[in-house]
C-alpha cells in the first residue's frame, strides 16, 4: 500500500486492487476510490494545466466543483473530455489521460504564455489582433490568421470523431417529494417523508449516500456519521415507496417542478451490465422539491494559491477520511473561519503533521485554540499566507501579519515548510437549483454568502444549502423540510440529536483577497486573477454579468461554484460597495456539466420515426431506390441493371404513357370528415365549392391560408351526404388537418363536423396509362369500371385479391387513371394483385422521379410551387377562387401586394440547348456567367420529358404569363450551367386532357 | 481616449494594467437630446455609433434597463451570415456583412468576426435543389454561394455522420465561405465604446418606464432615472418590444415574443471549423474560440419573456446534434440559456419611421438579429436622421402585412413561431 | 411546464401544440374591412404577464384549450376548452384527470 493511505478508514476495499492508467503509466488503487484519491495515494500532484497560462495546477478540492484536475477518459477510440479526475470512478482497465498540455503534463510548451504576464490580461484580445487596415492581411484576414493559433492553444480536452457507441436512455418518474442531497439534512428529510407513506425520490451525486456524514468524522448520537446515514440508507431501501438514485446529477429545475437528473450508470465499470446504459436521463416530476444540497468550501485569493499542494482544507478532510488517503506529509493550514480547523485535526488524525495554521483573523475562539493544540499546530493569528513556494509542487509557503479590518500586511514575513496547503475561505450554500426555479438569492452578511430565500412554491431547503451548518440543526431542518414536502401537520423535532463534536462558529471573517506582490487566482480553470477582477473595474465592466463576461470569470466546467463570491467580493471593494449591490448571476441548467448523450437518450442514433407504407418491403424487393419524404420513405426509381436514374424514370413515365404503370400514393394525407356540418366546413375550407359535390364524386381542391396565400391542395371525395374523404399533399397532412381542427374547435365550433385522420389506415396505389382500365377491370369484383359505372372523378366500391377496396378516377399523371384504396392492412395483397394483372399488359411500378416527370408535363402544381409565398393567381389557379362564397383567406387575398404586377408566375420551360435543367436554376434575361445578376425567377422542378423528347421545366418566373413564347436563360452559377430557355405555357403535355378523360 | 492596440496593452502592462481607461462613460441623464434610443443592446448602441459617425447627431443617449447588452446581443449564437432566400434580405444582410468584414477595424475594437462559413446541410435532392435556388438566388446578387457534394463535406467537417445508413443521410450542402461567427459581448462593447468616444450617451440601469406625448407625438420618456426630453425617440428593443410599445399606448403589434434556447458544451480543442446547420430540424452548432460548441435548436415554440426554456427542447437540441455528430454523446453540456425573440409575422424585421410621430421603431429580428447589428445601425441611423428609410431598409416596414408585401424567407405565414 | 387539460389531466408541455394569441376575434367571414381582417390575421397582445392563449392537446385528445398563462413565469392559471366561451374550467372533470 502506498505511504498516503492509511490503514483503514473511509469508504475504500483495500483488499480490492485496481489496476488502471494515467497518461499511459499503470498505477493501482482501491475500490472505491476515484481518480483523483488513487493518483494522490500514489504521490501524484500533478493534475492538469490551466486555460490560458497552462500552469501546473493539482487537485483543489474532491468533488464535482474541480477546476484544475481535468482528464479525457479514453474507451477504446472514443474519447470522453474535460471530466473531473475527482468525479471518475476507477475500475480495472480505465485509460485516462491529461489535456491542454504538449509534449507531456510535467512539460508544457504552452507555459511561456505565463511570460506573457500582465499583456495577457482580461479581455487583451478585444485591444489588439486586429490586423492592418490595408495590404493582404486587411479585413479579418489577419485576425483569422491568429484565430487559428489562439483555437489550438485554448480549448481543453480533445473531443474524438469515433461514434459513441454506448446507450443512453431516458426514465420518466413521478413522485411526491424529491430529495436532492444525501447529507444528513438530506436523509433526515427523506426519512420523514417516506415515514409518511409518501413516494420519494433520493438523489446524490456521489456514489455513496451521506454526503459529508462520510467524512465529518462526526457522531450522530453516539454513532459514527458514515454509519448513522448507512442505517438510513438501509432503513430507506427496505421500503417500496422510496426510490434511491446515486451517482445522479440533478442539474435542472424546470417548470412546474419538472427536475431533470442523470444518473451515472455504469461509468464506474468495466463496461456496462446487461442491459444497462451508460448514463440515464431521469424526467422527474416533483410535488414537492427538498432541496439539501449543501455548502462548497471557497478558495481564498492569494499570490500562488494554485501551487499544486494547495487544496480546500474540507477536500483534504475528504481525501483523509473518505478516501484514507493524506494530501501531504506535513500540512499548513490558511483560514479565515472556524471550519478549517476541522480539517486540520482530521489530517492529524489520519497521520499529517499540521505544522501550522494560520488564520487572518487577529482573535479566535477558544475551541479554535483547542484544536490547534489537539493537532499540534504552531497557530498563527492575525497573518495571511502571501506566497507560495516550490515549482511544481508545494514546498512551502510565506506568510506576514495582516489586519483583517484594513486588509493590509506588515512586515514580519516568514516562511514555513509544508507541502500541503489547506485553505479555507467561508462556504457557500449550493443554491443553484433554487436560482433555477427563479430564487433570489440574498447576502447574508454574518455569513458572507448568498443564501436562498425562505422557500419557493415547490421547494422547501435544507441544512448548508440553507447556510445551516450545524449537523445538529441540519437534521432538524432535514426533519422538518420532510415534514412539509410530504404535506404533514407541522410538528417539533422533539430532542435535537446529538452530533459530537459540537458544531463551531460558521461566520467567516469578511477576507477573500490578500494583495501581495503575484497572480492570485479566483477562476482556477480560467486563469482569471485578482488584478484582471480589478482591471475589469477600472474599464467599467462593474455590473456582475459584464466582469464575468470580460474577465470569463466562472464561465469555466466547474461555472464558478468556488470562484463566484470571492470574484464578486473583490469587484464590491473595487466599487467601495457591499457584495449584495453588485449582485449575483442568475444559475442556469445544468447545475453541473452533464453528457449529451444522457440528454438525447433513446434518440441517439434514432432521431425520428420512419413511416413505411404497406408496400414498402415490396418495393425493396424490386429494386426501389427510397427516396426519404419528410419521415415518410418512398421509391424514387426502380432501376434496371446498369440504368441511371435519368433512363429509369424516362423509362418508368414512357411506359406509363403507353401502356400503363402503378406507383405507391399511400402517403397522401387523408382525412374523414364527417357530420352534418361537413360540406359547409369543406365549402368554408377551400377556395371552390364542395357542397355542390354529388356523392361517389371527387373533386380537386385548393385551399388558403388566412393570409390569402396558397396553403394545399388535394382531392376529396364524398363517400355520402356527410361523410368525405379529403386527401392533402404528403408533406402538408399534418398541419392541414390542424388547420381544419382549429377552425373547427375554435373558430367554428357550432359547425357539427367529426374529423379523424386516416393516412395510416388507407393503403393507395395509382394505376394510370391507356391500359389502366383494362388492367383494373382483370381483377376487381363487384363493381364495373366503365366509362359509364366510373365516368371520371367518379367512385366505385368493390373487392381486388378478397379484398374489399375503393376506386377514384382521378389522374395526376394526365393518363386515364385510377387511384385505389383499400385498408392498410390489405394494401400489399391489393397492389400485388394490381401487379399481377397489369403484367401481360407490361405495366411497370414507378417511383416519384417518374410521378414528378409526368405531374411537370400536365404543369400540376406540388409543395415545390406552393411554396408558402405563392398566390392561387400566380399559379394560374384563380378558376378556384369561388366568388360566390367567402372562404378561409378570402378576405385577404387580394391584398395590393398580391395581385400587384411583377409577381413570380408559373411557366413552363424548355431547355433550348438540348440540356438538362435543375430544379433552383435561376431564369434571366442575359447569361453574364461573371457576374450573374437580374434574376427573373427560379426552376421548381425539371426533367427529361419522354412525352416531349425534350429537357423541360416548371419555374416561377417573375410575370412569368407575360413572357409566354420569349427566350430567356437559365442562370445556375452553383452548377455552372447556363443556356437558353424558351418560357412557355406550364400545360406541356395534352392541355386539353383528352387522355384522362378517355 | 487611447486607441487599443498591441502596442497600448504592452505599454499598460509596464504600468501594471493601472492606467486604462473605462471603455465607456457612466454619465447621468441630461433633461433632454435630440435623439433617445430606447435599448442598449446592439442595435441600439450601433444606431447610436451611427447617428453620430454619419449624420453628426452627437446629442444622444443610449438608454438601457439594466446592464448594457443584457438582452440578445449577449445571448446569442454569434452566427453572421447572408443566405437568405429574397433578395430584400439578401440585400440587407450583405451589406452587414461588408460592415463586418470592416467592423474590429472601425470600432478599434476586436470583435473576432471569423468568416469560418456556414454549411447549411441538405438530405434529399429535394432539399438540394432548395439550397441550390437560395445559393443562385444569392449569387445574383453578388454574394458567395456554393454547393459542396458529401465528400468535400467529409472533409471539411471531420465527425459528421455521413453514413447512408444514417436516419437522414446527407446529400450535399450549401456553403457561403464569407459566413462565420464573432465575438457578440465585444460587440455591443466595442459599439458603446465607439458612440461614448463620439459623445454619445450611454446610461445603463435606465428604465424606460412610460412616454412623454403632446398629443400623438411623443416627446420624451419618463424612465427609473427621471424624465428625459428628446426630438426623436428611436425603439430598438426586440425581444421587448411589445411590452415598450405598450407603454405607448399601442397594444398590438406584428409581433409575438418567444424564447430560444442556446447552449454551449465544456470547451474542446478545435473540433469543428465551421457552422454547420441541420437540415431536418432546427439545429446549428459553431465552436468558439475559447473551445466551446455554441449550438441549439428550434424555438420553444410559446410566447414568453421568461428567459428560460423548456426541457423537451434540450432533449430535441441534443438528439439533432447527435445525429449529425455521433462522436459528442461523450461530450457534456455546461451552460443553456434563453433569449426573447421578436418574432414578426413574416420573419423579417421592421425598421421604420412611426408608428407614431417623433417615433421610430427597430424590431421583429426573430433569431437573426445578431448578425444585422451593424446594418441595422446603419440603416436606422439614416431613418432617424432623414426622416426616410435607406434603400436597403425601405422594404421593412410596419405596413407591409396590410399591404400583402411580406417578406417570408421561409413561406410559414403569419405563424411566428415557425420562422 | 404542465398543462391540465380538462379532458385528460395534467400533460408535459410536449403533448401540446401551441395555436397563438386568444384574444384573436375573427371578422365576420363576409367582412371586407380590412383593417379588421389585418388586425386578426397579423396583430398580436402579446403581454407581458397574463396571456390568454390557445393550445391544442395534439398528442392527447386533440381538443383546443383555451389557457390563461404568465409569460413571465410561465405559470397558467386557468385552462377551459376552447370551444366552451367563456366557462370556467381549470381542474374541472377532475374525476376524468389521471395523474
Known amino acids: 500500500m502506498s ?314 478532510q475528504r481525501y483523509a477520511n473518505e478516501f484514507g488517503v493524506l494530501p501531504g506529509d506535513k500540512v499548513a493550514v490558511f483560514t479565515n473561519n472556524d471550519s478549517a480547523y476541522r480539517s ?75 507541502d500541503c496547503l489547506l485553505m479555507s475561505g467561508g462556504w457557500s450554500p449550493t443554491i443553484h437549483l433554487a436560482s433555477q426555479a427563479g430564487a433570489r438569492p440574498l447576502w447574508d452578511a454574518e455569513l458572507q454568502a448568498f443564501l436562498p430565500p425562505e422557500a419557493g412554491k415547490g421547494w422547501v431547503g435544507a441544512g448548508a444549502f440553507n447556510g445551516t451548518f450545524s449537523t445538529a440543526q441540519a437534521i432538524a431542518e432535514g426533519f422538518a423540510a ?40 479566483v477562476d482556477f480553470q480560467h486563469d482569471v486573477t485578482s488584478d484582471d477582477v480589478r482591471l475589469a473595474h477600472i474599464e467599467g465592466f462593474v455590473s456582475v454579468e459584464h466582469l464575468k463576461r470580460y474577465t470569463t470569470l466562472g464561465m469555466a466546467t466547474d461555472q464558478g461554484k468556488g470562484s463566484n463570491v470571492p470574484g464578486l467580493a473583490i469587484m464590491a471593494e473595487a466599487l467601495g460597495k457591499p457584495i449584495p449591490e453588485v449582485g449575483t448571476t442568475r444559475f442556469r441548467p445544468p447545475y453541473a456539466p452533464v453528457s449529451v448523450g444522457a440528454l438525447a437518450a433513446e434518440r441517439f442514433g434514432d432521431l425520428k420515426p420512419e413511416r413505411l407504407t404497406p408496400m414498402h418491403d415490396w418495393h425493396l424487393d424490386n429494386e426501389a431506390t427510397m427516396y426519404s419524404a419528410g419521415l415518410w420513405f418512398r421509391p424514387m ?32 394525407g387523408k382525412i374523414a370528415v364527417q357530420g352534418p356540418d361537413a360540406a359547409e366546413l369543406l365549402d368554408r375550407a377551400y377556395s371552390n365549392v364542395f357542397s355542390t359535390l354529388p356523392v361517389g364524386k371527387a373533386r380537386y381542391g385548393l385551399m388558403l391560408r388566412e393570409d390569402g396565400l396558397v396553403f394545399d391542395d388535394g382531392t376529396t371525395w364524398r363517400l355520402g351526404d356527410n361523410d368525405f374523404l379529403m386527401t392533402t399533399t404528403t408533406a402538408n397532412a399534418g398541419k392541414v388537418m390542424q388547420h381544419l381542427e382549429y377552425f373547427l374547435d375554435v373558430v367554428w365550433p357550432d359547425l357539427k363536423v367529426h374529423l379523424t385522420s386516416v393516412t395510416d389506415q388507407w393503403a393507395g396505389a395509382a394505376i394510370g396509362g391507356p391500359k389502366a382500365r383494362e388492367i383494373l377491370a382483370a381483377c376487381v369484383t363487384g363493381t364495373k369500371v366503365d366509362n359509364e359505372a366510373l365516368p371520371f372523378m367518379g367512385i366505385v366500391h368493390g373487392e381486388i385479391a378478397g379484398a374489399p377496396v375503393m376506386i377514384c378516377r382521378l389522374s395526376f399523371s394526365g393518363e386515364m387513371a385510377f387511384e385505389v384504396y383499400s385498408g392498410a392492412g390489405h394494401g400489399i395483397h391489393v397492389w400485388e394483385a394490381l401487379i399481377e394483372a397489369g403484367q401481360p399488359f407490361g405495366m411497370v411500378p414507378y417511383g416519384l422521379e417518374a410521378l414528378g416527370t409526368m405531374r411537370i408535363e400536365k404543369g400540376h402544381v406540388t409543395g415545390a410551387e406552393i411554396d408558402g409565398r405563392t398566390s392561387a393567381r400566380d399559379l394560374h389557379l384563380g378558376w378556384m377562387l369561388s366568388r360566390k362564397k367567402p372562404f378561409i383567406g378570402s378576405a385577404m387575398m387580394d391584398r ?103 | 481616449m487611447a486607441e487599443y492596440s498591441a502596442f497600448s496593452l504592452l505599454r499598460n502592462a509596464l504600468s501594471g494594467n493601472r492606467d486604462w481607461k473605462p471603455a465607456w462613460r457612466k454619465p447621468s441623464p441630461k433633461a433632454s437630446y435630440d435623439v433617445v434610443v430606447i435599448g442598449g443592446g446592439g442595435h441600439g448602441l450601433s444606431t447610436a455609433y451611427y447617428l453620430a459617425k454619419e449624420h453628426g447627431i452627437t446629442n444622444v443617449a443610449v438608454l438601457e434597463k439594466g446592464y448594457l447588452g443584457s438582452g440578445n446581443v449577449g445571448r446569442n449564437t454569434t452566427a453572421v451570415r447572408s443566405n437568405y432566400l429574397l433578395p430584400q434580405n439578401t440585400r440587407f444582410y450583405e451589406h452587414s456583412m461588408k460592415m463586418w468584414e470592416n467592423l474590429s477595424h472601425e470600432l478599434n475594437y476586436n470583435v473576432m468576426f471569423s468568416q469560418r462559413g456556414v454549411l447549411n446541410l441538405a438530405h434529399t435532392p429535394g432539399q438540394l435543389d432548395d439550397l ?96 428625459i426630453r428628446a426630438k426623436k425617440i428611436a425603439v430598438a428593443v426586440a425581444g421587448s418590444t411589445g411590452r415598450v410599445m405598450q407603454l405607448a399606448g399601442i397594444e398590438r403589434m406584428p409581433i409575438e415574443s418567444h424564447v430560444l434556447q442556446a447552449f454551449v458544451s465544456e470547451s474542446l480543442k478545435p473540433f469543428l471549423d465551421t457552422v454547420v446547420t441541420f437540415g431536418m430540424g432546427h439545429f446549428y452548432v459553431g465552436q468558439s474560440d475559447k473551445g466551446g460548441l455554441i449550438y441549439g435548436g428550434d424555438l420553444d415554440g410559446y410566447n414568453s419573456y421568461a428567459q428560460r426554456g423548456s426541457l423537451p427542447i434540450v432533449e430535441e437540441v441534443m438528439s439533432e446534434m447527435l445525429a449529425l455528430f455521433p462522436s459528442l454523446a461523450t461530450v457534456r453540456v455546461l451552460r443553456s440559456w434563453g433569449g426573447v425573440c421578436d418574432m414578426s409575422m413574416d420573419g423579417s424585421p421592421i425598421i421604420a419611421t412611426g408608428p407614431l410621430p417623433g417615433m421610430y421603431l427597430n424590431c421583429g429580428w426573430c433569431y437573426g438579429g445578431f448578425k444585422a447589428t451593424p446594418a441595422s445601425g446603419f440603416c436606422f441611423a439614416h431613418t432617424i436622421a432623414r426622416d426616410a428609410p435607406h434603400e436597403l431598409n425601405a422594404p421593412f416596414t410596419l405596413d407591409r402585412f396590410s399591404r400583402g408585401t411580406v417578406i417570408d424567407d421561409k413561406g410559414q405565414g403569419p405563424t411566428p413561431r415557425m420562422h | 411546464m404542465l398543462i391540465t387539460c380538462p379532458y385528460c389531466g395534467p400533460r408535459d408541455v410536449s403533448e401540446f401544440a401551441y395555436q397563438g394569441d386568444g384574444n384573436r376575434s375573427r371578422p365576420d367571414p363576409s367582412s371586407t374591412d380590412l383593417a379588421a381582417w389585418n388586425a386578426y390575421v397579423y396583430d398580436r397582445l402579446n403581454p407581458a404577464g397574463a396571456h390568454n392563449e390557445i393550445w391544442q392537446h395534439a398528442g392527447g385528445c386533440r381538443a383546443h384549450l383555451a389557457v390563461v398563462r404568465d409569460t413571465l413565469s410561465h405559470e397558467i392559471s386557468s385552462v377551459r376548452f376552447a370551444r366552451e366561451k367563456g366557462a370556467p374550467a381549470h381542474g374541472r372533470r377532475k374525476s376524468g384527470a389521471k395523474p
Open chain 1, 344 to 418: 486540520a485535526v482530521a489530517l492529524n488524525n489520519a497521520g499529517a503533521t499540521v505544522a501550522t495554521i494560520v488564520d487572518v483573523r487577529a482573535e479566535i475562539s477558544e475551541e479554535c485554540h483547542t484544536l490547534a493544540r489537539q493537532c499540534g499546530a504552531e497557530l498563527i493569528v492575525g497573518h495571511a499566507v502571501t506566497a507560495t513556494e516550490g515549482g511544481k509542487k508545494l514546498t512551502g509557503i510565506k506568510l506576514a501579519p495582516f489586519t483583517e479590518a484594513a486588509g493590509a500586511l506588515s512586515s514580519g514575513a516568514r516562511s514555513v515548510e509544508a
Open chain 1, 3 to 316: 505511504p498516503r493511505r492509511r490503514p483503514s478508514g473511509g469508504r475504500i476495499d483495500r483488499l480490492r486492487t485496481i489496476r488502471f492508467t494515467f497518461d499511459g503509466t499503470a498505477f493501482t488503487g482501491h475500490q472505491g476510490d476515484t481518480l483523483a484519491s488513487a493518483l494522490l495515494a500514489n504521490g501524484v500532484s500533478l493534475f492538469g494545466r490551466s486555460f490560458k497560462y497552462h500552469r501546473p495546477r493539482g487537485l483543489l478540492t474532491a468533488g464535482v466543483d474541480e477546476p484544475n484536475a481535468l482528464v479525457t477518459v479514453l474507451r477504446g477510440d472514443v474519447r470522453e473530455p474535460n471530466i473531473p479526475a475527482t468525479m471518475v470512478e476507477i475500475h480495472d482497465g480505465l485509460v485516462a489521460v491529461s489535456q491542454n498540455r504538449f509534449p507531456s503534463l510535467a512539460y508544457d510548451v504552452s507555459a511561456v504564455n505565463q511570460l506573457g504576464g500582465k499583456v495577457l490580461s482580461a479581455g487583451f484580445y478585444y485591444k489588439t489582433f486586429m490586423g492592418p487596415v490595408v495590404g493582404p492581411l486587411k479585413g479579418t484576414r489577419f485576425w483569422m490568421l491568429c484565430e487559428k493559433i489562439i483555437r489550438r492553444a485554448a480549448g481543453l480536452g480533445r473531443a474524438g470523431h469515433a461514434p459513441d457507441t454506448a446507450r443512453y436512455e431516458r426514465m420518466n418518474a413521478f413522485c411526491d417529494v424529491l430529495v436532492v442531497g444525501s447529507g444528513p439534512a438530506g436523509l433526515a428529510a427523506a426519512r420523514e417523508a417516506a415515514a409518511s407513506g409518501a413516494n420519494v425520490i433520493l438523489a446524490e451525486l456521489d456514489p455513496q449516500f451521506g454526503g459529508s456524514a462520510n467524512w465529518s468524522g462526526e457522531t450522530i448520537d453516539g454513532e459514527p456519521a458514515a454509519a448513522w446515514a448507512s442505517d438510513i440508507v438501509g432503513e430507506l431501501r427496505d421500503q417500496a415507496n422510496v426510490r434511491l438514485l446515486k451517482r445522479t446529477t440533478v442539474w435542472g429545475y424546470y417548470d412546474d417542478n419538472t427536475l431533470a437528473a442523470v444518473e451515472r450508470v455504469s461509468d464506474h465499470k468495466a463496461s456496462p451490465a446487461k442491459g444497462a446504459p451508460r448514463h440515464r436521463h431521469w424526467t422527474i416530476r416533483a410535488g414537492k422539491v427538498v432541496l439539501a444540497t449543501g455548502a462548497f468550501e471557497r478558495p481564498l485569493v492569494f499570490p500562488g494559491n494554485d501551487r499544486p499542494g494547495v487544496v480546500m482544507a474540507s477536500a483534504a
Open chain 1, 637 to 668: 426509381i426502380y432501376g434496371g441493371p446498369g440504368e441511371t436514374i435519368e433512363q429509369a424514370y424516362v423509362r418508368e413515365a414512357r411506359v406509363t404513357r403507353e401502356t400503363a404503370g402503378i406507383v405507391d400514393v399511400s402517403t397522401l
Open chain 2, 132 to 227: 441550390a435556388r437560395k445559393g443562385n438566388a444569392m449569387r445574383h446578387l453578388g454574394v458567395d454561394a456554393d454547393l459542396m457534394t458529401p465528400a468535400q463535406i467529409g472533409r471539411r467537417v471531420p465527425g459528421l455522420d455521413m453514413s447512408q445508413s444514417a436516419r437522414f443521410p446527407i446529400y450535399g450542402g450549401l456553403i457561403q465561405e464569407s459566413a462565420g461567427t464573432a465575438r457578440h459581448d465585444a460587440v455591443a462593447w466595442g459599439y458603446a465604446r465607439g458612440a461614448d468616444r463620439r459623445g454619445v450617451d450611454i446610461i445603463e440601469n435606465c428604465e424606460v418606464t412610460g412616454f412623454l406625448r403632446d398629443g400623438d407625438r411623443v416627446t420624451g420618456v419618463t424612465t427609473s432615472r427621471g424624465e
Open chain 1, 896 to 998: 395590393e401586394g398580391l395581385v400587384a404586377s411583377g409577381r413570380l408566375e408559373l411557366v413552363g420551360l424548355v431547355s433550348l440547348d438540348n440540356r438538362p435543367l435543375s430544379g433552383g436554376a435561376h431564369i434571366v434575361e442575359d447569361v453574364d456567367m461573371d457576374n450573374p445578376h437580374g434574376s427573373l425567377g427560379h426552376i421548381t422542378a425539371a426533367c427529361f420529358s419522354p412525352a416531349l423528347e425534350k429537357y423541360i421545366a416548371l419555374a416561377l418566373v417573375a410575370d412569368g404569363k407575360a413572357r409566354h413564347g420569349k427566350r430567356a436563360h437559365v442562370s445556375d452559377p452553383l452548377r455552372d450551367r447556363f443556356g437558353p430557355v424558351e418560357i412557355v405555357s406550364h400545360h406541356f403535355f395534352d392541355p386539353e386532357g383528352k387522355r384522362m378523360h378517355g
Open chain 1, 482 to 521: 420532510g415534514r412539509v414536502a410530504a404535506d404533514l401537520a407541522m410538528v417539533e423535532i422533539g430532542t435535537l440529536p446529538d452530533v459530537e463534536p459540537a458544531a463551531l462558529d460558521p461566520r467567516p471573517a469578511p477576507v477573500f483577497e490578500i494583495r501581495a506582490k503575484g497572480k492570485s487566482f
